[in-house]
């Protein structure tokens, strides 16, 4: 993701081995496409064709090949959307990897705040705190891990009501039996006391932390600059107004005017001139923080001109409609999960057959991008003529099978819409990265870049 191209080399291999091992164990033919905006997903690309079709072709032989198949492997880059990892997160799994450090292994760890956070002052017993959130042997987690924080704030007062509950009809024994059947559900009874204590002591720290950073008012903001028709005069008073505000910590207010930037840019420079000055007057703004805030609108505003992605949903008429259609087919739970990832609309193209070739072409042996010129992709095709034809006739029938790798990380919004999309059909989605992102390490990360 940097700029080091010995680091970039090391990388390409690595995600070449990731992304190769999981197709080996899918036992599939897949074709390959990724971001043709990228250079970085065209070497990804470029590596996992040079192993998969020439160097150990018939390891990767499982009778369906090319244009036969209808697996595929689409390969993206993080940069080509900033702004799902900058939005503020609104689900349980999301905020606990935002807000308290990141989930590391299915493990999080109380004391290790992000680098937004405000929790510095955390008191001993939850700070030294580190909870084991796993959805394989947490049924509390596995069925809410992907309900907004109102939600999951009610299931945990369910829990806590069921556990006292429990706790209250434990009575005098009157008889031996009575005694066997207590010890019997004894250690049920505990575990169920100590999941409860877990998720209580997780969702006092993430209200903590939304009260204190005052993210309702912030992510209200976010919203309305992401998801609404565009109104820069409106959306720049709204986001000033956030940077005047003293509750709210620096880093936010970065995230929230780098937004205003990312969709701004050629409507309204001088406002975004003017927020970029403003945030040079911010106590705990230094000059590391605008040095990135400055990289990621440089390099986004290269980015987002190629035309690759309609971040915001606005560029044509087509686009509005359906980003209202699909918030009123999916219902918008409230207005702080009105985003919905640039990148999942990208695979639910893919799926059906609509992603266009220009825009994500195949992979071929020598990396050249092409509709109809990617002949290497397709060895058991002769002729330029008929390879042309079997790229589009694959191009349309979608995908059934996919892996969509997020060079750069992924992030948990985009694996809560991968779940729902798994749920409905039509295409089975694996989401892999080179991480789980945050918007501190996404920052992090652009500024390594720079």
């Known amino acids: 993701f940097g700029a080091d191209f010995g680091v970039m080399g090391e990388m390409v291999d690595r995600c070449t081995e990731c992304i190769s091992a999981v197709m080996l164990s899918l036992r599939r033919g897949f074709r390959l496409r990724y971001s043709g905006g990228s250079e970085l997903a065209a070497r990804v690309a470029k590596s996992l064709f040079q192993l998969t079709e020439v160097e150990q072709r018939e390891l990767f032989d499982f009778g369906e090949r090319d244009a036969a198949s209808n697996s595929t492997v689409l390969i993206l880059d993080r940069r080509e959307d900033p702004v799902t990892p900058l939005l503020s997160q609104w689900t349980y799994q999301a905020m606990v990897h935002e807000l308290l450090g990141g989930l590391r292994d299915n493990v999080v760890r109380m004391g290790a705040n992000s680098a937004g956070s405000a929790t510095g002052n955390r008191s001993g017993e939850s700070a030294n705190q580190q909870y084991v ?25 369910e829990l806590v009501d069921r556990v006292s509950a429990d706790h209250k009809t434990v009575k005098g024994f009157e008889t031996i039996e009575d005694i066997a059947a207590f010890v019997e559900h004894l250690p049920e009874a505990t575990e169920q006391q100590g999941l409860t204590a877990k998720h209580v002591a997780i969702m006092a720290s993430l209200s903590k932390e939304v009260d204190e950073r005052s993210l309702m008012a912030v992510s209200g903001v976010e919203q309305d600059v992401c998801c609404q028709a565009s109104s820069p005069s409106a959306h720049y008073e709204a986001v000033a107004g956030i940077v005047r505000d003293g509750r709210v910590q620096a880093m936010d207010k970065a995230r929230l005017v780098l937004l205003y930037a990312f969709r ?125 034809g079997a790229i589009s006739a694959a191009h349309q029938r979608g995908s059934k099978l996919i892996i969509a790798f997020i060079i750069g990380g992924t992030t948990y919004e985009e694996a809560k819409a991968v779940h729902e999309m798994n749920m409905e059909g039509p295409a089975n989605v694996y989401l892999g990265g080179t991480s789980v992102t945050s918007s501190s390490k996404f920052m992090e990360d652009a500024c390594g870049s720079g």
């Open 264 to 388: 701004y840019e050629e409507e309204a420079p001088r406002e975004v001139a003017s927020l970029f000055s403003a945030m040079e007057g911010v106590p705990g703004v230094d000059r590391s923080l605008m040095d990135t805030m400055r990289h990621l609108r440089k390099t986004t505003a290269a980015i987002t001109s190629r035309g690759n992605l309609d971040l915001f949903s606005d560029k044509t008429l087509s686009s509005r409609f359906a980003n209202l259609a699909k918030q009123h087919l999916r219902g918008v739970e409230n207005v702080y999960t009105q985003h919905y990832p640039a990148f999942a609309r990208v695979i639910e193209r893919l799926a059906r057959g609509r992603l266009p070739l220009e825009d994500y072409p195949f992979a071929s042996a020598d990396g050249r991008a092409g509709v109809g010129g990617s002949v290497g992709a397709f060895r058991s095709i002769s002729d330029q003529g008929s390879a042309s």
């Open 133 to 157: 959130l796993s959805a394989l042997d947490d049924e509390f987690f596995r069925k809410n891990m992907h309900l907004n924080f109102g939600d999951v704030g009610m299931a945990v007062k």
